[in-house]
């Protein structure tokens, strides 16, 4: 469910169908994948190659390449030979290229970034511009366009939160009372609604129609240090 998202989604639509540059950018759960995926249902994906995991030279290329090959058979595979497969899939097509999950870039990975560039329009998605968290990316970001995602508003999180109580089925006594924690909680941060709605249904978190939020939040944060 996509709330409060429409300026970010006209903007990468827009990206896309100008085939220019865009750097979207925005802290962890977010929502940066969401929206591309939006867009992606949205418009198709006809001119278009998606990456899941440009974390490394290897696994954007396989992330590219695995709509024809077995999984199996990528990861078996030398970053020389998926470069080879990808530029043979590319040469013809000239698609606009869509990086995500982008980590910090050493100077092999700008290269190979940088001579891709030359033929190919790119969005990047990453969680923040700064070079010391991306490297030598932000070398190439002269030439894009920027996009930051923040955190949903008071007005989108609560619209947020009314429907996870519907479709999570909660039972909740003060509705704008729970609306108000979540959003205190969360931050309006969309990923972590969803779960604190999720520990909501938990009957452990239930003390008659009362949340205990203290001891949801503390579960929440621990199992996401287990991860």
Do not use: W
């Not at 470069?83 to 700008?110: A, C, I, N, T």
């Not at 790119?122 to 700064?130: G, H």
């Amino acid at each position: 469910m996509l709330i409060g998202r429409d300026k970010e989604v006209e903007m990468v639509a827009d990206a896309i169908s100008q085939r220019k540059n865009l750097f979207l950018f925005g802290q962890e759960s977010v929502g940066k994948t969401s929206i591309i995926k939006h867009v992606l249902d949205k418009r198709g994906g006809k001119g278009i190659l998606y990456s899941d995991n440009c974390s490394t030279i290897k696994t954007s290329l396989a992330g590219f390449l695995k709509g024809d090959y077995d999984p199996t058979f990528l990861s078996s595979q030398n970053i020389s030979s998926l470069r080879k497969l990808f530029y043979k899939k590319v040469h013809k097509e000239r698609p606009y290229l869509l990086f995500d999950h982008m980590g910090s870039v050493g100077p092999k990975f700008f290269s190979y970034l940088e001579n891709l560039l030359d033929e190919h329009p790119a969005l990047f998605i990453a969680r923040s511009p700064d070079p010391g968290e991306i490297g030598d990316l932000s070398l190439l970001l002269f030439s894009f366009d920027k996009l930051e995602v923040h955190n949903l508003n008071r007005k989108y999180a609560f619209e947020l939160i009314t429907h996870f109580i519907e479709s999570f089925g909660l039972v909740i006594d003060k509705a704008d009372f729970f609306r108000k924690e979540v959003f205190r909680l969360s931050d309006g941060n969309p990923s972590a609604i969803r779960e604190i709605c999720q520990y909501a249904g938990r009957d452990e978190y239930k003390i008659g129609s009362k949340i205990k939020f203290r001891l949801l939040n503390l579960d929440r944060k621990i199992d996401a240090l287990k991860l």
